[in-house]
């Protein structure tokens, strides 16, 4: 029974964080189209702000998880690369509408992060800052390499100006409900992963990398399906490339400056290298591919497959 309960209170504070994030989302939104600013830096900074995700890994962190809170950077970074990408190509094919910076910067962050951790084995208080730093510095040099655009008519610079209290109002109303609804249900997925972990036998790592990373990412896919289906790939696109900037780089950072997390030797010899894998795919296809379609997308779809067949083999083995 208790281990029904803790099912359910993972699963609703999962739910909860979700909710919560859409709600901040929109508030982002709404804050960032009063500045001039290109679609797929809208797309990097807004959509890939991942604060459900950094709630949930800190509160794991403060908790003695290393692996969940782990879970929340390189478990949904992967998801993302290959379930929620792999399912939007299958469904709408996405012309590549980002600048040349966008792959080049995932990159680094990706070999800046498993450098990290693979150097002893944890990320440490300085490590985790300077992986804040790089992912600032990254996210200002995409800002300059992205196409700026900005209002044409005085008719847009009127709505602009005329946006006043009322809107301002909604605003800080939605990342305030958003931000109390992402806290309560970090707190609740903590406290249903102990239960989990202590009653149904699942391993920390498989719990963190597959559940939680998949659980905290599964909003990707919507973000990407509805503006590739509205003709603006450029913003799904700037969701990946922004989603794996701040959860291997500022996520990861201020996770590690909360305190040192220290990877298990299962994310050393696999999840690690398999995210390497996945990003190295998905970079080449921004810089050489035009148009990628339900090829990758299966693909993509295949190698998520592959990696929760050889979690669960792991996991028994």
Known sequence: MSGLIGA?????????????????????LRAASRFAVSAFYVGAVVSGFEPEN????????????????LGTVIGSAVFLLTAALGLTLLLVPLPVAA?????????????????????????????GSLLVL???GLMTWLYRRSVVFRPKTEAERGARAREGPTAAGKVVGLLVAG????????????WGARSLISVAGLSETFLGMVVIGAGESLEETARM????????????????????LVLLGFNLGVLAMIRPLTADPLVLRFHLPYLIGCAAIVAATLLWARTPGRGLGALLIA???????ANLFFMRG
């Open 8 to 28: 359910l209170v993972l699963v609703g504070g999962l739910a909860l964080i979700v909710w919560g994030a859409e709600r901040f989302t929109d508030g982002a």
């Open 54 to 69: 950094l709630v949930t890994g800190a509160a794991a962190a403060v908790a003695h998880l290393p692996q969940i809170a």
């Open 99 to 127: 600048p040349r910076a966008g792959p080049i910067a995932m990159l680094i962050i990706v070999a800046l992060s498993a450098g990290a951790i693979w150097t002893d084995g944890a990320v440490r208080r300085t490590e």
């Open 134 to 136: 790089a992912a600032l």
């Open 179 to 190: 931000t109390g609804a992402k806290l309560l249900g970090a707190e609740l997925v903590v």
């Open 225 to 244: 399906v509805t503006p590739a289906r509205r003709g603006h790939p450029e913003l799904a696109w700037g969701n990946v490339v922004g989603t794996v």
């Open 303 to 309: 190698l998520y497959g592959a990696y929760i067949a």
